[in-house]
């Protein structure tokens, strides 16, 4: 197991180096001002994929992180237009986050739908309250004092803008909740068998609810970085991110049934991504193309460990104690509902 | 109450529902505006349901087999450009050949998509999350590689245009296809052989494969037939906007797996039936023209079709739930006497 993941790690190695690599062939990308630049563009999506890789660990998804994200900053330039001051929106934006986060929550474990379904659903309610709080209008102008944390570097010019020191922070926090807690082990525990867990005394659920409060607190902090860095709040912020936040987490070696993967191999693969689009941008290639990257990235990501491993169940065995449930993401509220339908 | 009525009940208590959803909204349209029900209201309401029924039809053969495919916007998009494109070349081509170029390509998507999840064993979550933006990029870079950004409806022959307009004896034809493809869907999912197999692979995927139901290949069918619907889809969105640039049915999949749910396709697989899907379809969609009707704005309909998806995954819970409650005190009642 450990040689595997550390694997994977080397392959991921790899990429980023043959990224940056193929970086120093394009005009200006050793520049500090293009480092900076290419560590910001990707702080966001980096909060995200924090915020995604626990949840992922335990076999559930959340695919309204950027809907959250949308309607925060959304709220945020409501507020900000209704004259309200930034330093009263922070906390009112967090609140929101984290009351969307519940939402999912409540739904996913408390009614025990499918995480799935409920946050597809989510996704387009999110967006949608996003557009019934500012339409298609954007609000501007943002303080002057505050945008600086997310654009500039430290010491104006270094390589390091405050931004991604933010993200740093928050990936250790996550390392650490994930790699050195009780809670973060059993993540893992969860993953790979939800009621294995609950029988090993496990607080399955009430683990399960705080990581989509913990997603809404994150996509709030997100959607303040996103707002102040673009000085713009729009219903359409970040309208996709969930793609490449997912496609982040997968391509670090996170696997998308639960019970495996590292925040060493997430940050990884954010690094190489945000390379990658860097690198692209200065090849002048155009967003949507780099969209299309994105998405093979993440078929690609799931798709290599599958090919290279000795699949085990090709043939299927006719013992049914070895014969494995099929396990999909998302869908293990299906299994409850579907024995609940059977205990007939 | 035996088992197998109770799960009939069970059933036309979905359909019931969505019938009584479908005419409250229709009674609070017509009450605010009596034209809401004029054959011409009832044209509109029909041909608006038609293009979203046809993908949430094919998107119903997926969700019963444990699937889903989150690119259909893009499918959509690619095919209904394509059209475009093809009257471009040659404004002369026989409608049949665009009609048909369309439903091959989406056929192509789909197998694509179907090939990624019954061969490679990728979850289809994550597969069609990546074609999404895949099949978009595609169309963009096709759109601007072309530099036509935008195909208008008098770059295309009438008799395509009268295709997506038209009607006979009042039916809108786009609601007619729609209606003849789904009476094949539901005669074939409920009598064929392959059709009955997509509900047992639903049911357990690894149960059916031990039966001896060719899972792979079932699925792989099921993601090929729904691309066609897709690409069907894209044609006839050609045809009756008569307006294509490269972000047609871009968001599109929200509404069609909404409809799907809606209409009581269960999300795991193993129930529900396409004409359901089709209802739900409809139901949404005339939400969608009443909610101006009843004075809330346009930008609500993204939020409603959210809503709706939650819902009525939450009422099929509850139902669930408490069917399978009773059923149980009834086996208790069974077992004492």
Redesign the interface.
């Known amino acids: 197991m450990l040689a595997r993941l550390l694997r994977w790690e080397s392959v991921l190695l790899v990429l980023c180096v043959a990224v940056f690599a193929a970086g120093s062939f394009s005009d200006g990308f050793g520049e500090t001002s293009n480092i900076s630049f290419l560590l910001l563009d990707y702080s966001e999506v980096a909060l995200l994929a924090f915020a995604l890789l626990p949840i992922v660990l335990t076999g559930e ?1 959340d695919l309204s992180v950027a809907s959250t994200l949308g309607f925060c900053s959304a709220l945020t330039g409501k507020l900000w237009d209704g004259g309200m001051s930034f330093e009263t929106i922070v906390p009112i934006v967090l609140v929101a986050g984290i009351v969307l986060g519940s939402v999912n929550a409540t ?1 996913i474990i408390r ?4 995480s ?3 946050t ?10 996003a ?2 709080l500012l ?1 298609d209008g954007a609000v501007t102008g943002f303080p002057e004092n505050y945008r600086p944390l997310a654009t500039d570097s430290i010491g104006g010019d270094s390589f390091l803008p405050y931004a991604t020191i933010l993200v740093l922070v928050v990936g250790a926090l996550v390392a650490v909740l994930v790699h050195m807690t009780t809670i973060g082990r059993s993540l893992y525990a969860i993953g790979l068998g939800a009621q294995t867990a609950r029988f090993s005394g496990i607080r399955v659920n009430r683990i399960k609810f705080s990581l989509y409060l913990l997603s809404g607190a994150l996509a709030a902090i997100a959607s303040l970085v996103y707002t102040l860095r673009y000085n713009s709040a729009r219903a359409d912020n970040a309208n ?1 991110m969930e ?1 490449v936040a ?2 982040a987490v ?1 391509l670090g070696g996170v696997s ?2 639960g019970g495996r993967g590292t925040v060493l191999g997430v940050a990884m693969a954010l690094l190489a991504m945000a390379g990658l689009r860097n690198v692209l941008f200065l090849d002048d290639v ?1 967003n ?2 780099q ?2 990257i ?3 990235l ?2 690609l990501s ?2 290599v460990p ?2 290279f491993k000795p ?1 085990r169940t090709k043939d ?1 065995p ?1 013992e049914p104690s070895v ?4 396990r ?4 293990d ?3 409850r ?2 024995r ?2 059977q ?2 | 109450m035996t088992r197998a009525s109770a799960r009939e009940s069970a059933f036309a208590g979905r359909e019931l529902g969505i019938v009584v959803a479908f005419v409250a909204v229709v009674a609070a349209a017509t009450i605010t505006r009596p034209t809401f029900l004029s054959g011409q209201g009832i044209h509109d309401l029909l041909l608006n349901a038609s293009i979203i029924a046809l993908l949430a039809i094919g998107q119903a053969l997926l969700v019963i087999t444990r699937n889903i495919d989150l690119s259909v916007g893009s499918v959509m998009g690619l095919s209904a450009y394509l059209s475009g494109q093809l009257f471009l070349v040659d404004k002369d081509l026989p409608i049949v050949v665009v009609v048909l170029a369309g439903i091959a390509l989406g056929a192509v998507c789909g197998a694509v998509n179907g090939a990624l999840v019954a061969i490679a064993k990728v979850p289809a979550l994550v597969v069609t999350l990546g074609t999404l933006y895949v099949f978009r990029g595609i169309d963009y870079a096709w759109a601007s590689g072309t530099d036509t950004t935008q195909i208008n409806a008098y770059q295309m022959p009438s008799g395509f245009l009268s295709l997506g307009s038209g009607s006979v004896l009042g039916v809108p034809n786009l609601s007619l296809i729609a209606l003849v493809v789904l009476a094949i869907a539901a005669y074939g999912l409920h009598n064929f052989r392959a059709g009955r197999e997509l509900y047992a692979i639903g049911s357990n995927p690894d149960a059916a494969r031990l039966a001896g139901i060719p899972t792979g290949r079932r699925v792989f069918g099921a993601f090929v037939i729904s691309g066609a619907l897709v690409g069907l889809g894209g044609v006839m969105h050609a045809a009756y906007f008569g307006t294509i640039n490269a972000s047609v049915g871009n968001g599109r999949e929200l509404a069609v797996v909404a409809a799907v749910v809606v209409g009581g396709v269960a999300i795991f697989g193993g129930s529900g039936t396409v004409v359901g899907a089709a209802l739900g379809a409809l139901l949404l969609t005339t939400i969608t023209s009443a909610l101006p009707i009843l004075g809330v704005p346009a930008f609500w309909q993204r939020a409603v079709d959210g809503a709706a998806l939650l819902v009525a995954i939450s009422l099929d819970r509850a139902f669930m739930v408490r069917l399978a409650q009773r059923l149980r005190a009834e086996r208790a009642v069974r077992r004492a006497g």
Not at chain 1, 111 to 114: A, D, E, H, R, S
Not at chain 1, 120 to 129: P, S
Not at chain 1, 323 to 326: A, F, I, K, Q
């Open positions: 998804i739904l009614f025990g739908l499918p799935l379904a409920v597809i659903g989510t996704l387009g309610l999110y967006r949608g309250l557009y019934v339409g996709g793609l997912v496609a997968l998308i049934f155009s949507e193309i969209n299309v994105t998405g093979l993440l078929i799931v798709l599958v090919v699949r299927v006719l014969v494995d449930t099929e999909r993401p998302g869908a509220a299906g299994g509902l579907r609940d339908h205990g007939v």
